[in-house]
């Protein structure tokens, strides 16, 4: 009551304290600006200093990441630094928990509507998607972000699509075997996307390229090119899992060259490198091919302590691998829903939209239908090929037949040509490329027609279809019996069993099987177990 009189009485002293109470608010809010402008600068430059340590350090960079979620206010703060973890922990060989990150990144892009960083994400999602073998689904996850941002396509935004767009194409060639065309794609998305700039999109790219050099170029020229991506990342120092993957590919490179020592030096390189990233993807992968290597060496010291390394991250790595393949369909399910209820909402067209659905659902399971009944057909057709292969080892040896005596080949001739044969058939004789029935009769110590004959009359097959089982059945036991097989090319395959092309390989092999080989491969890769039973079978 007092000061009311006073202020009341005193217009004076009202001024003064009111002005003293406006200068006191303006300098709490100043101070609350500054502190939150000096927050945001901090965290930009803690999120910088994750990036730069993300292929040296990135268990480092994952506890920034995870210290920027929790503390920063800023959404777009939050959302990259969630894509940062993604990375990270592709970095580390997480799998599993670099989809979630990247999910989580994803899912609040969407809710804040940031489409330059959805479309970020999507292309690190398209990359991650594509290692764990779910084609299909990074498709369709470019697709979607197309259509939810197409009312906000900025410069950037349209650069990002077609960026996106030119690694799936790269992805559908992949699955074609035409790596030639995968590199194109990805040379095309790569200088697309340096136009935006996207650094870490680029370096994505950039280690696709790396894995496809040995896939799509000669081996010298793979060589060559990795030489110049090393010398440029020794020269950078800042991305030792790109130099890993690099002196990986050069370590396959020598052990094709049969240079086994120089193979062993540079993959010794490439684990220390994989331990340093605490990556047991690569550490798998590294350790197999020194495994192989001291194996061709006959060091069996180190070949058992590095292939006991590789048995040991192969479980791990399965169950990685499940889980984040899991936690991709589960998000999907999930997602379009909530995306088909959006568009529902923002176009209240519900009985459109509903046709679209029910069209998608059908146009689904018409393509699953197709692709199973594809998918059943291989299999039938590889249970069968090993059933025909087992009952022919396990049936009785049949009387000799009786050579066409027109040629009038004597017995002791006969007899002994048999023997030789079977021999031949023991070694490695056959996948000498140059090998003809000319070659043979004059290892053999006999002519042409008489072991043609023999020929025809013991095997039922001409001296070409002879060899060329010979040969495909050389390389299904390669297959079955060493994984590693599993990672070649297929002209590596056919060279290795004397085909003088990749075509005129996959043309036997199919003939011989019932099976292209990328599919034989494919089946042998998706039963994680049927190496093991097949080989079983082998030894038995």
């Given at each position: ?77 939050v ?5 940062l ?38 292309l ?131 052990f ?39 194996m ?5 010291e ?54 679209i659905?029910l ?43 009786e050579?066409?005596?027109?040629l009038?080949i ?42 043609s ?16 089982d ?11 019996t ?7 090319k ?20 199919k ?20 190496i ?6 082998h030894?038995?």
């Open positions: 009551m007092y000061l009311e009189n006073v202020f009341s009485t005193n217009p004076v002293i009202f001024n003064f304290f009111k002005m003293r109470f406006f200068l006191c608010f303006w300098f709490l809010i100043s101070c609350s600006a500054e502190c939150f402008s000096q927050n945001s600068i901090d965290f930009e430059n803690m999120l910088l200093e994750a990036e730069e340590g993300l292929y040296i350090q990135p268990q480092q960079s994952i506890k920034i990441s995870e210290y920027l979620i929790q503390n920063s206010d800023e959404d777009s703060t959302i990259k630094a969630y894509l973890k993604g990375r990270a922990l592709y970095v580390s060989g997480q799998f599993e928990a670099a989809v979630i990150a990247t999910m989580e990144a994803k899912d609040l892009s969407e809710k804040t509507e940031n489409i330059e960083l959805q479309f970020e994400i999507t690190f999602g398209i990359h991650l998607l594509k290692l764990l073998d779910l084609d299909l689904a990074a498709e369709r996850y470019l697709s979607f972000t197309q259509v939810f941002s197409k009312d906000a396509m900025t410069t950037k935004n349209e650069l990002y699509l077609e960026g996106g767009t030119a690694l799936i194409k790269a992805i559908k060639a992949t699955e074609q075997d035409k790596y030639l065309e995968v590199l194109t794609y990805l040379s095309k998305a790569k200088s697309i996307l340096k136009k935006i700039p996207s650094e870490q999109t680029v370096n994505d790219i950039e280690i696709d390229e790396i894995e496809t050099y040995l896939k799509a170029l000669p081996p010298l020229d793979a060589k060559a090119k990795l030489g110049i991506v090393l010398k440029e990342l020794n020269d950078n120092g800042t991305k030792d899992f790109q130099k890993m993957i690099v002196l990986n590919q050069l370590g396959i490179i020598q094709q060259n049969k240079n086994n020592s120089e193979a062993i030096k540079v993959l010794d390189t490439a684990l220390k490198l994989s331990e340093k990233l605490k990556n047991p993807f690569y550490k798998h992968q590294i350790v197999e091919n020194l495994a192989l290597n001291y061709v060496l006959e060091d069996s180190n070949f058992k302590f590095y292939k006991n390394i590789g048995n040991s991250l192969t479980s791990e790595l399965a169950i990685d691998e499940d889980k984040a393949v899991n936690t991709v369909f589960n998000y999907t399910s999930t997602n379009h829903t909530a995306k088909r209820d959006l568009v529902e909402s923002n176009y209240q067209r519900n009985i459109l939209v509903l046709g659905v069209l998608c659902i059908l146009a689904t399971w018409l393509f699953l239908k197709i692709r199973y009944r594809s998918r059943i057909k291989q299999y039938s057709n590889f249970i069968l090929f090993f059933e025909a292969r087992q009952k022919k080892k396990e049936a009785p040896t049949l009387s000799k037949k050579v066409s005596r027109s009038n004597p017995k002791e001739t006969e007899d002994i040509l048999i023997k030789k044969l079977s021999k031949f058939e023991q070694s490695t004789l056959f996948t000498k490329n140059d090998m003809s029935i000319a070659l043979l009769a004059s290892q053999f110590s006999t002519n042409t027609k008489y072991l004959e023999i020929i025809n009359t013991q095997k039922n097959k001409n001296f070409n279809s002879y060899i060329n010979l040969r495909i059945n050389y390389i299904i036991d390669k297959l079955t060493n994984a590693t097989y599993l990672q070649y297929i002209s590596y395959l056919a060279e290795e069993s004397g085909f003088s092309s990749h075509s005129s390989f996959a043309t036997v092999f003939s011989v099987t019932g099976i292209a080989p990328t599919v034989f491969i494919d089946v042998l890769k998706s039963n994680k177990n049927s093991l039973s097949l080989q079983e079978v030894n038995e």
